[in-house]
């Protein structure tokens, strides 16, 4: 059965019983502050389920776009997936248990109207009982009114079977439904087989639901809502494998095709990186028609972080860029019709120009390694990805010195700390106005330095106080008078447009694929602190490692002037630079 059937078999099944059928909602969560995207069917759903009346009255069915990022890295097994779509029965205060159990196992099971699964390979779960809300017998004795033998119904924590969206909002106790996917049927299991089993995937959860009845605040049960709902979830990926005997929805056809054209064009075919670029464009598909574009902040960061993934993925199966394209029209064509969002052209190429600005970047680390350029500075001055780096020398039959590469990598984070240490004592040590502005000055005027002078300019010393700023840098020749204009002026333009200066943290191996300055003076802790100065477009003019602290829009820094452009040693040049 093609997962398109099986969505509109769910829908119509609910309509029949009563439900009316709404459209998913955007991926951007529209009244709702605490998520970046819908993570969860329920979340456009909130105000409902909390009491206010849905227009459509109180039997809702949908099925969801929804993103989880959390678990990234291990995107590419057999289960996880940034995006999928939740197919969802909604009672607000209307059916409970009885009907919400009878339904999803009859839709289930049933030959003509559902998914005509075996019901001999079915097991369940239900919520053992806390201080929040007692053992839910109810469920069990529907369970088993139904068939379901008792040794295949199994009662357990909440850690399993209490659902909530987070620490705040309605949330209950949960019964959940697991299909058995060996070939043979594994049969009855105890309690710890059963665990073990799912564990190891043998046995995998198809659908949920949740008995909304309860609300949380701050993490805490504090209660019954004043109405009884009903959330029910099923993956489409999961349901969708199933119905096609796959362990895993890379295999069907919502995915598969993708994955096989990666494999005819793929000069270097791994699975692992095909299910990567295959999830994250599909998922960055799916955000870039709901208005979100690559940026350095919020849903714009997930989204240019899944790209760039995609790319360096991309570039390590080996296939042309233009296949990207033709891999997003596959999905296009696949889904236009249930999303008529994801048609629009524009979608595909936010981002295809995305994936050739990275591989850029990526392509310049690509040259340097080819020259031999030691793997430690491929990485800290090219932000080329040391895994780049082992995969290009593994394939040339080239081995990379790890031991150098990881004591160069500790060194070069102590002397950064001490040079950190230094330069907040003499040139920062005292956060006033004047010197916060100077500090933001020194990062515009090192972004500068590197377009007029070229990349290879960094950082190699700095000293701020009160009256003006130095930079240190590595450049090999005296910098020209129309040179030093140029740097100036650009400085000075950029303070003119009011550009934001955005501070973010993240995961340092992050900051280093996004090409960000090391800064003389940063920590390098596993999180860091990055402050991005961006141009109007979204485009980034700086990003530098830094503890900060900077002014927040570059408006506030005044007139920017080169005071004197000197040698301190063989290739390194020195500034000396003044706001007014
Ligand atoms: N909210 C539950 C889940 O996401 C059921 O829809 O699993």
């Known amino acids: 059965m093609q997962s398109a059937e099986i969505r509109k078999r769910f829908l119509t099944f609910f309509e029949k019983r009563g439900h009316a059928i709404i459209p998913?909602?955007?991926?951007?969560?529209?009244?709702?502050?605490?998520?970046?995207?819908?993570?969860?069917?329920?979340?456009?759903?909130?105000?409902?389920?909390?009491?206010?009346?849905?227009?459509?009255?109180?039997?809702?069915?949908?099925?969801?776009?929804?993103?989880?990022?959390g678990d990234i890295e291990d995107i590419g097994d057999n289960r996880h997936f940034s995006f999928f779509e939740m197919l969802g029965n909604w009672s607000l205060g209307d059916y409970f248990k009885e009907d919400a159990i009878k339904w999803s196992y009859e839709f289930l099971m049933s030959k003509d109207e559902g998914l005509g699964l075996d019901p001999?390979?079915?097991?369940?779960?239900?919520?053992?009982g806390d201080e929040n809300a007692p053992y839910d017998q109810e469920s069990k004795d529907i369970w088993m009114s139904l068939g379901i033998p008792e040794q295949r119904i199994y009662a357990l924590p909440a850690d399993d079977n209490w659902w909530s969206p987070g620490d705040n909002g309605p949330c209950g106790p949960c019964s959940e439904m697991f299909y058995d996917m060996t070939e043979n049927g594994i049969g009855d299991l105890d309690k710890d087989g059963f665990v073990k089993a799912t564990k190891e995937e043998t046995i995998i959860e198809i659908w949920n639901d949740v008995f909304m009845e309860y609300e949380k605040k701050d993490g805490k049960v504090i209660g019954k809502l004043s109405q009884k709902n009903v959330d029910t979830g099923a993956g489409l990926e999961r349901i969708t494998a199933v119905m096609q005997g796959r362990k895993t929805a890379y295999e069907t056809d919502l995915i598969a095709p993708v994955i096989e054209k990666i494999r005819i064009e793929a000069r270097n075919f791994n699975d692992r990186y095909a299910r990567i670029v295959a999830d994250h464009l599909r998922t960055a598909l799916f955000m870039t028609a709901d208005g979100v574009i690559p940026s350095n902040k919020d849903r714009g960061y997930i989204l240019r972080r899944l790209i760039?993934?995609?790319?360096?993925?991309?570039?390590?199966?080996?296939?042309?860029?233009?296949i990207a394209v033709d891999l997003l029209n596959i999905y296009r064509d696949k889904y236009k019709d249930i999303y008529p969002e994801i048609?629009?052209?524009?979608?595909?190429?936010?981002?295809?120009?995305?994936?050739?600005?990275?591989?850029?970047?990526?392509?310049?680390g690509m040259k340097e390694f080819e020259k031999g350029t030691d793997p430690f500075e491929l990485a800290t001055t090219y932000g080329f990805p040391i895994e780049l780096t082992l995969e290009l020398a593994r394939e040339k039959g080239h081995t990379v010195d790890m031991d150098d590469f990881r004591k160069k990598m500790a060194e070069h984070q102590k002397l950064s700390q001490s040079a950190?240490?230094?330069?907040?004592?003499?040139?920062?040590?005292?956060h006033n106005e004047k010197t916060i502005r100077l500090h933001t000055a020194h990062h515009l005027l090192l972004a500068a330095l590197q377009e007029v002078l070229g990349k290879g300019v960094h950082q190699r010393g700095s000293n701020i106080t009160e009256e003006r700023l130095r930079i240190d840098f590595a450049f090999d020749r005296k910098m020209t008078d129309e040179e030093k204009k140029k740097v100036e002026d650009l400085v000075n333009e950029k303070i003119k447009m009011g550009l934001n200066v955005i501070r973010?943290?993240?995961?340092?191996?992050?900051?280093?694929?996004?090409?960000?300055?090391?800064?003389?003076?940063?920590?390098?802790?596993?999180?860091?602190?990055?402050?991005?100065?961006?141009?109007?477009?979204?485009?980034?003019?700086?990003?530098?490692?830094?503890?900060?602290?900077?002014?927040?829009?570059?408006?506030?820094?005044?007139?920017?002037?080169?005071?004197k452009e000197e040698a301190v040693s063989q290739g390194v040049r020195r500034i000396k630079a003044v706001l007014t």
Not at 343 to 364: G, H, L, Y
Request: glycine share 8%.
């Open 24 to 69: 998913s909602a955007s991926l951007v969560p529209e009244n709702d502050p605490s998520v970046l995207f819908n993570t969860a069917g329920m979340q456009p759903l909130v105000p409902y389920l909390l009491g206010a009346p849905h227009p459509m009255g109180t039997r809702i069915a949908d099925v969801q776009k929804c993103v989880r990022i």
């Open 120 to 128: 001999s390979r079915l097991y369940v779960t239900i919520f053992e």
């Open 308 to 322: 760039r993934r995609a790319t360096v993925r991309s570039l390590k199966l080996h296939f042309m860029n233009e």
């Open 343 to 364: 048609a629009a052209p524009k979608n595909i190429s936010v981002i295809t120009d995305e994936m050739v600005k990275f591989k850029k970047t990526v392509e310049e």
């Open 420 to 430: 950190s240490a230094g330069m907040f004592k003499g040139g920062l040590a005292n």
């Open 504 to 563: 973010r943290e993240m995961p340092k191996e992050e900051a280093v694929q996004l090409g960000a300055e090391m800064e003389f003076g940063a920590k390098y802790a596993d999180v860091v602190s990055i402050y991005f100065i961006e141009d109007k477009e979204g485009s980034v003019f700086s990003k530098e490692f830094c503890g900060g602290p900077h002014v927040t829009n570059t408006s506030e820094l005044g007139q920017f002037k080169i005071l």
